[in-house]
Structure formats: C-alpha cells, structure tokens
C-alpha cells in the first residue's frame, strides 16, 4: 500500500469516532435495474461505506442445502473474474479498502470502506461490482471453505451455549424458514457443489433482490454512477418471495439436553416482533426495565442480585421481517435449574400483567434516548441502519425519528403490548447442562 494512502487511512480512522450525524437527509432511488438505493453525503471524513444487502440469507436455505446460504456469501471472497482470495485482499489493500461479508437468517451482506478520492474509490467499486457479477465458484476454493465450515460446527457442537440457541431456533420455529441455522450442518455442507453455488447465486444475488446503501464524501451524482456499476453486471432478476408468517405457540414446553458442564445454559422465549411491528417501541422500551438494562433489570435483580443464581440474565426481541424471537437467557448451577427458571416465570408473569413503573419507565427512556447518538456515531454505523430501512421497508425519518418514539412510549402502552403479545405460559425452554 503506497505510503501517503496509508497516512490518510489513519488520519480518518483517528478522526472518525467524533464523527457526528445531525439529521440525515436520506436520497433514495432505484438503479435502473431495480436495485433499492439509499444514500446520505456526508463531507466530514474524506471517506465512503458502502453496505450492499441481498434477501439471501439462511431463511432462503428450505429446499437447498443446509448452510448454502453462508457458504455462497463467504466464497464471494475467494475469486472473481480470473482473481483469487489473496488477489482480491491484496488488490483492496493497495487502496486502503476493507472489504468484509456476512450472513444471517434475513440477509446477506457485502460491506466496503474506501477512500473518497477517484484514484481509490474507482478501483475498489470496480473489483466490488466484479466479486458481485463474476464470482469464480473455485472447486479448490469450495473445499477449504467447506472444511473451514465444518471445523466451526465442530466447535460449535463443544459449546453448550451455541448447542442451546441452535436447539432454542429449531423448536421456536419448527416448520418455518427461520428454524434454518446460518452455518447448516454437517449433511448439507458436504452436499454441496459448485453448481449449487452458481445457481443459488444466480437466484439470489440479483439487482432487484439488492438494497445498497452509501454513505460518505461523494455528491448524489457520485452515488448514482456508482450505485449503477455495482449492480450493472447483475441480472435484474426479481425479489425473493415474501417469508411465510411464524405460527404462534399454543403451549408452553421444555427440552433438557444433557452436557458435560457444571453450569447449564437456558433459553426460553417465544416468537416476537417483526421490523415494522406497530407494538416495536413499547415493547422495546419495556424490555429494558424487564432484561434488557443489564444490572438494573427486574430479571437481574431478582435472579443475580437478591438470590445469586445466575451471573447474568438478560432478555430482548430480535425483530426481523417476519416474528423473529423474543428470548430470555441465563446460566446457572445445574442444582439451581428449577429455582432459577421459577423465579425467572414469575418476573416475566408479574411484567406482563403490571408493566413497568412510572420511574422504572423514565429510567429506560433516559437510557435508551442517551445511548441513542452512539448507535449512529460512525458512518459505518449510519450505512447499517440504512440497508435496515432499505431493506425492512422502514420510513426514511427513521433514525430522525427514533428517540421521539421512545420518549412518547407510556406505561399503559407498555402494559397493553405485553399483554397482547408476550405469554409466558406458551414459551419454549431448552436447557443444556449437566445433571
């Protein structure tokens, strides 16, 4: 990497966590070929980010292979158009680029850190939009990351922890797309062969399939040349199918999977919240008194703090584009297991039917309003949120408006949302341990 690039990449990085975003005006639009677009110009930092997310994460696996989502996204970085890995990580090295990719249950995602300046930005947009249309598939290259694959489920099956959240998805959401696990499993990984790679690529990694969001020191004319040549060679293709709707549970139930471990590891839940749920703010703001505020939670007080039975108990929604999972969380002696969850019952049974007091609420509104400004304090940050709004369908005053919400959230509202929706004699359990 040439010496005065080198310098310029510290610089910013020195002076990007005082970054701060002041409204954003959100532009959006559609490349020709259908691609969702989002963009904020932002002239602070000599410097863009890109985040390019594709409808193809694991939740698009049902009729595949098992994990074909995952490794198709990671095989994005080993070869494109004649050029291997160690070209590829060398060619964005040389313009200060950083080029990183990841899969989930909803998504996948590209994301790319370049310098603004031309004689930067064009050759890393370029070998970007060429790891999109051209990605080599390389049979040498499938089995490394095959192996690599397969070593993970293998850690993996050692920890209890990831052994319970596996199991906690399976059973939560047994018969939908979302009981499909990012990393797969063992059958489905050595199933697979390049031609599957190429034809779920081919389905999935298509321009109207696409949301691309830019952030950075490039005007809107900039960001729609670019926005152009990243999805130019793509087929316009078409969107995914919308997710089936998550069937609710109709009683509660617990598995024990026996562990060589002194302490067990807990889940229990229940579907929860979509992106775009019109219940999202009071049951945010309501989790926190409930598990969400780390040591000032209900659920910590009473589990860690009056009775020593856990270290740390937590519980949250994870909100997704059909109900993704409300869960709680814990660790425990294997002795303690029905102490601990009984105490665990009660708390959530005496939340849903109280809500929060008036002073517990303003706690959270305090909390969650402060902590706010350092969720968007970066612009890489910034691009997260706009391939979220992009591609959730979220309004563009999102951000703009995200801490009026929670300051109007109430306690009747609260009340009411956990009413509705959180019931804990339906919940799952799944508990990994000892005996």
Not at 107 to 131: E, F, G, H, Q, Y
Request: charged share 25%.
């Amino acid at each position: 990497m040439p010496q005065g690039i080198k310098s310029l990449i510290v610089l910013c990085l020195l002076a990007a966590a005082g970054v701060a975003q002041a409204g954003l005006p959100i532009e959006q639009w559609e490349t020709k070929k259908g691609a969702q677009v989002l963009f904020v110009e932002s002239r602070g930092l000599p410097m863009v980010q890109f985040q390019l997310v594709f409808d193809a994460g694991s939740a698009r696996d049902v009729g595949r292979q098992a994990g074909i989502a995952k490794l198709t996204n990671q095989m994005l970085k080993q070869g494109a158009g004649g050029l291997d890995a160690d070209d590829i990580a060398t060619r964005f090295g040389d313009v200060g680029a950083q080029f990183s990719v990841d899969s989930q249950r909803d998504m996948a995602t590209l994301s790319l850190r370049s310098l603004s300046d031309t004689s930067a930005l064009d050759p890393a947009v370029d070998l970007l939009a060429k790891i999109l249309a051209s990605p080599s598939f390389s049979e040498k290259s499938l089995q490394r990351e095959r192996v690599r694959a397969l070593t993970r489920l293998e850690l993996e099956r050692q920890s209890p922890s990831e052994i319970a959240q596996r199991r906690f998805y399976e059973r939560l959401f047994a018969g939908h797309p979302y009981q499909q696990y990012p990393s797969g499993d063992a059958r489905g990984l050595k199933a697979i062969g390049r031609k599957d790679l190429v034809d779920y690529h081919r389905q999935y990694y298509v321009a109207a399939n696409a949301v691309i969001a830019i952030i950075g020191d490039i005007s809107q004319r900039q960001a729609k040349d670019i926005a152009e040549r990243l999805v130019g060679g793509l087929p316009k293709g078409q969107a995914a199918p919308p997710i089936p709707p998550v069937p609710m549970r109709k009683s509660a139930s617990r598995e024990y999977i026996a562990f060589p471990s002194k302490q067990s590891h807990i889940f229990m839940g229940q579907p929860g919240i979509k992106r775009k749920d019109p219940d999202y703010f009071p049951l945010y703001v309501g989790n926190y008194t409930l598990g969400g505020g780390g040591l000032v939670s209900r659920l910590s007080e009473e589990v860690r703090e009056k009775k020593g039975l856990a270290y740390s108990v937590y519980s949250y929604f994870l909100p997704m584009r059909a109900l993704g999972p409300f869960t709680v969380g814990l660790q425990t002696k294997n002795s303690q297991i029905d102490k601990a969850l009984a105490i665990v019952n009660r708390v959530i049974k005496e939340f849903v039917e109280t809500g929060p007091s008036a002073e517990e609420l303003d706690a959270a509104k305090k909390n969650l309003s402060g902590g706010f400004p350092l969720r968007i304090d970066s612009n890489q940050k910034i691009a997260e949120y706009l391939a979220l709004i992009g591609f959730y369908g979220l309004p563009l005053s999102y951000l703009d408006d995200f801490v009026a919400k929670v300051e109007a959230v109430t306690v009747e509202q609260v009340r009411d949302a956990y009413r509705r929706r959180v019931h804990p004699e339906r919940m799952l359990t799944v508990i990994v341990g000892g005996k």
